[in-house]
């Protein structure tokens, strides 16, 4: 999960987004003639794409902001509901 505020500092911005494992690497290898300059914004296309097509998904922060998360994780971490919510 991470967090990209509009407001955040460059450093920020660039920690966040390097911390997605493989992100740098596949737009890299997708856009082979890439300029340094341009990597984290399409670092960011790439999170916005995935949520498009239900790979990630995608918070609009009340902060200003957006939230990028792990379907896949979130599903599978959900805490089980007790019997007892039933009744």
């Given at each position: 999960?991470?967090d990209?505020m ?28 890439l ?51 039933d009744?």
């Amino acid at each position: 999960m991470i967090d990209l505020m509009k407001d955040a500092k460059h450093f920020d911005y660039e920690k966040s987004l390097r911390s997605v494992p493989g992100l740098v690497q596949l737009v890299q290898r997708s856009v082979p003639d890439l300029k340094q300059e341009e990597l984290l914004l399409w670092m960011e296309f790439v999170l916005h794409g995935l949520a498009e097509y239900s790979q990630l998904s995608k918070f609009t922060l009340e902060r200003g902001g957006t939230q990028f998360k792990d379907l896949f994780q979130s599903m599978f971490s959900m805490q089980n509901k007790s019997d007892d919510d039933d009744l």
